[in-house]
């Protein structure tokens, strides 16, 4: 799909084979694909169609077997592994399905921790937090840990520590799975804040249909390969 | 490190399972605390046979003619002896200077003799230098000045049938290959409660060896320091005074038998404390890498999130340091008094060896029965030391296994 805007990633007849024992899966199988700044991308396809595999690619997490996958201008195959840390904690944001945060950090350390990995010093990386936290409507729950928030709240919480170090692209991976319908529109609801007003680039995988409606772009993987690219109007929140 | 939350995160680490961190602070302070024990242990022996040492008439430092350490030829004499012994008396941090003279013969009393090395000795300043003849059970020491008086050991005596006042044939060879005789009173009896030093007691005046011998001099000058933990000091003032022809010997080169049984009991012991601090690091290494992969999911997150891998394995070294600055302090609480209290009571070792009250020889030297332990600031330093390098050292295998995280695992759901 050819775009005007900067491509953030360029993915290239990418592939991706993981090999266990005898067994060779090919997860990825020549994917083309280009992320545009200010994509609201859903990656939708059945189970094992190579939506995670392709989210690994584009996150920097991992590098594909065959064919080119620049991230920001930068060649995957190219990168040492420390490079791509950096290239994650600089430039990439993460939401995950099972929230992931630190259980045995509050709410805002798990923020300031990413903080704290780039290097900013403690007043600044613990103001920074809180203000995103509060932005995101989890200003009294700062100090409390995981275990002592709803699964809602966690993942608000995961996306705060995604956005807070102003990542140029968050990746989310079944954001929606583990929540219910209303924790799940509201945490749309706020990546679509994040996106219209601060012009945050967000890729995620889902099956959730009511997901995907907020999606500007939906791309469609089938068997390790794009089946179908359609830029959309956002329905109606 | 890369910070306070990075720190807090280790920290608190180790208090998700609590009981495995406390069972593995149990594990490094239980093993550490042998370590402590043992070291004291060692150390004790040092102290004891410096001590034994010095006061058995090794000293701690002597000046002895060249070649006199190797072939133990008590026919060799220290040019300058005497020019010698003034400087050696004269530097601070010397305790007494003591010159000795000897030569190998035969003491005879009426049909009995018995082979002897008469030490010619300097009677000012002998008793304070060797414990065997500071008090005697019988008569007097040799006096300043005077001439043909004899000490003996109980068991020459016996051997002799001597007592005090009998009179003695000295018979040696002397320099120019000559019979030599001198008449010797017995004046004192030493008895040290060890036979075999008691067998070798057979002191006179300095000038009786001298005319016996046909050797003038002295054969060598035992020095005591003041202070034995000053020792390399003092040799390093000592070493230019020595005139040419004769070198500085320490106590631990005069009676090699203590140094090697010194080295070996220490290795003995560092192999012991060695397999005991092996067994419990692979203990602790097994626990911390059972820690890390609980936490896999978690270090994946991290390492997607940007975290890199010297990070990952800051946070296991930190949770090593931890553990180990916990178990250093438990080592201490448990082994602290227990080195105390051998260290009051000391440890009566009359049992094992076949000693006598005064105590046991070893190598011609009287060591006491009640063993004492060293105890002091030292073990300190030592137990954090050893606490910390197995902990570290237990941390290296599951920190690296830490690094090698994949952190596409983060966006693995576990079902």
Do not use: C
């Amino acid at each position: 799909m050819n775009d005007a805007r900067d491509a953030l990633v360029v993915v290239e007849d990418a592939t991706k084979t993981f090999t266990t024992g005898r067994l060779e899966v090919r997860a990825l199988r020549g994917i083309s694909l280009e992320i545009h700044e200010g994509d609201f991308l859903a990656l939708v396809g059945p189970s094992g169609s190579g939506k995670t595999t392709l989210l690994n690619l584009v996150g920097a997490l991992d590098r594909p077997t065959g064919g080119v996958v620049r991230v920001l201008g930068r060649d995957l195959s190219t990168m040492k592994k420390s490079a791509r840390a950096e290239l994650r904690l600089r430039e990439l944001g993460f939401v995950f399905q099972a929230y992931n945060l630190v259980p045995v950090l509050t709410a805002v350390e798990n923020v300031e921790f990413v903080l704290e990995l780039q290097g900013l010093g403690a007043s600044a990386r613990r103001s920074r937090a809180l203000e995103v936290l509060a932005e995101l409507g989890l200003a009294e729950l700062a100090d409390r840990r995981p275990n002592e928030l709803s699964g809602g709240q966690q993942q608000r919480v995961a996306v705060a520590r995604a956005i807070a170090a102003r990542p140029k692209l968050v990746l989310a991976d079944e954001p929606t799975a583990n929540l219910d319908g209303a924790s799940a529109e509201q945490l749309m609801a706020l990546m679509r804040r994040l996106h219209d007003e601060h012009d945050v680039t967000f890729v995620f995988s889902t099956h959730d249909p009511r997901v995907v409606a907020h999606a500007t772009r939906v791309v469609t993987l089938v068997d390790g390969k794009v089946s179908s690219d359609v830029e959309k109007e956002r329905d109606a929140a | 490190m890369t910070g306070t939350v990075t720190m807090r995160y280790a920290l608190r680490s180790l208090r998700r399972n609590l009981r495995r961190s406390i069972l593995s602070v149990a594990g490094v302070a239980f093993g550490v605390g042998i370590g402590l024990i043992a070291l004291s242990w060692v150390r004790g022996e040092e102290t004891m046979s410096i001590n034994a040492a010095a006061a058995g008439g090794v000293g701690h430092l002597r000046i002895a003619p060249l070649g006199w350490n190797e072939r133990r030829d008590v026919e060799l004499r220290i040019d300058g002896w005497s020019d010698a012994l003034a400087r050696a008396r004269a530097l601070d941090g010397v305790a007494v200077a003591t010159p000795r003279a000897r030569v190998e013969g035969l003491l005879g009393l009426g049909t009995r003799s018995a082979h002897v090395e008469l030490t010619g000795v300097d009677p000012t300043t002998e008793q304070a230098a060797l414990r065997h003849v500071r008090a005697l059970s019988e008569g007097r020491y040799l006096a300043a000045g005077e001439h043909g008086e004899i000490v003996l050991g109980r068991t020459l005596a016996r051997r002799l049938g001597a007592a005090l006042d009998d009179e003695l044939v000295a018979t040696a060879v002397d320099a120019t290959g000559e019979m030599s005789n001198l008449l010797l009173t017995v004046v004192g009896i030493a008895e040290t409660g060890s036979e075999d030093i008691d067998a070798m007691i057979a002191h006179v005046a300095l000038a009786d060896v001298e005319t016996l011998s046909g050797r003038p001099g002295a054969g060598e000058i035992t020095i005591l320091a003041e202070d034995v933990y000053a020792l390399e000091a003092l040799a390093a003032r000592l070493g230019p005074l020595v005139p040419a022809g004769s070198e500085l010997l320490t106590w631990l080169e005069v009676a090699p038998e203590l140094r090697m049984n010194l080295e070996s009991d220490g290795a003995f012991f560092d192999l012991a404390v060695g397999i005991i601090l092996f067994v419990v690091l692979l203990g602790v290494a097994s626990a911390q890498l059972t820690g890390v992969l609980e936490r896999r999911k978690e270090f994946a997150v991290l390492a997607a999130l940007g975290m890199r891998a010297r990070a990952l394995v800051a946070v296991v070294v930190v949770e090593g340091l931890v553990l180990g600055g916990a178990s250093a302090l438990g080592a201490l609480a448990w082994a602290g008094p227990s080195v105390r209290k051998l260290n009051v009571d000391g440890v009566n070792l009359g049992a094992l060896m076949d000693s006598s009250e005064a105590g046991y020889s070893f190598g011609g030297l009287l060591f006491d029965p009640v063993f004492h332990p060293d105890f002091g600031a030292w073990l300190v330093p030592h137990a954090f030391a050893l606490a910390l390098t197995a902990t570290i050292l237990a941390s290296l295998y599951p920190a690296w296994f830490a690094s090698r995280t994949d952190p596409a695992n983060a966006l693995r759901v576990d079902r």
